[in-house]
């Protein structure tokens, strides 16, 4: 569904930075750990959330 806000392991917030990781991952075409460490993003449990995310919003919305 949607991004969590904090990272379910240690609790620090990682769904700021969803939008900018997706963008720059899809559009730009950059690599995923290169985006995650200009985001000050270094602790693996947080990389899994953003990397493994897989935003189903616009597939499970008709059905609500």
């Known amino acids: 569904m949607m991004i969590p806000v904090r990272c379910f392991t240690c609790g620090k917030v990682v769904g700021e ?19 995650l460490d200009d985001l000050g993003v270094d602790r693996p449990c947080c990389r899994r ?7 189903l919003v616009d597939i499970v919305a008709p059905y609500q």
Not at 25 to 35: G, I, Q
């Open 17 to 35: 930075h969803w939008e900018e990781f997706t963008r720059r991952t899809e559009e730009e075409a950059e690599n995923p750990a290169e985006v």
């Open 49 to 55: 959330m953003l990397v493994s995310h897989k935003d």
